[in-house]
């Protein structure tokens, strides 16, 4: 009886934004294991092969943002180079606002374990959901959980 009250639209959020992760993950773990040196657009076309488009940023050129069928507005994924000059030094984040702010999951080249930070304090409030989403995804994907209150 009590299923009936949870809360579907975190549940779903979750599920994607946990597959979404894995892969991303796949295709850069790929990516590093296949080549040394590794450009955006070799990312665009391993993204494409799974139906995930970029959005090129019109100033910052060493930041994609992710695109998907399932996106949510408040939701943003991105894949972001550290060094100009290639992609093979990356940080791939997705971050919450507005309802899921403070809510993020992010893993780079150097340390490929995928971590699920929730931030909430006196400083940077967290939206009324993202508490509710980061459980969620830690329940189902088991990723190493920060937490910052």
């Not at 796949?26 to 070799?42: A, T, W």
């Not at 993204?47 to 069928?69: E, M, N, P």
């Not at 791939?92 to 507005?98: D, L, S, T, W």
């Not at 189902?140 to 209150?149: A, H, L, T, V």
């Amino acid at each position: 009886m009590f299923g009936l009250f949870k809360n579907k639209e975190i549940e779903k959020l979750a599920k994607e934004n946990v597959g979404l992760t894995k892969t991303v993950w796949n295709i850069l773990d790929g990516l590093q294991k296949n080549k040394k040196k590794f450009s955006k657009e070799d990312i665009a076309k391993e993204l494409a092969k799974f139906r995930i488009g970029i959005i090129q940023h019109d100033v910052f050129d060493h930041v994609i943002d992710l695109t998907y069928s399932g996106s949510h507005r408040w939701i943003t994924p991105s894949i972001e180079a550290e060094d100009r000059k290639t992609w093979s030094k990356f940080n791939f984040r997705i971050i919450g606002i507005m309802d899921y702010g403070g809510f993020s999951l992010n893993f780079d080249y150097n340390n490929m374990e995928v971590e699920a930070f929730f931030l909430d304090n006196q400083y940077s409030r967290a939206g009324p959901k993202a508490k509710k989403l980061h459980d969620e995804v830690i329940k189902i994907s088991g990723y190493k959980e920060q937490i910052s209150i």
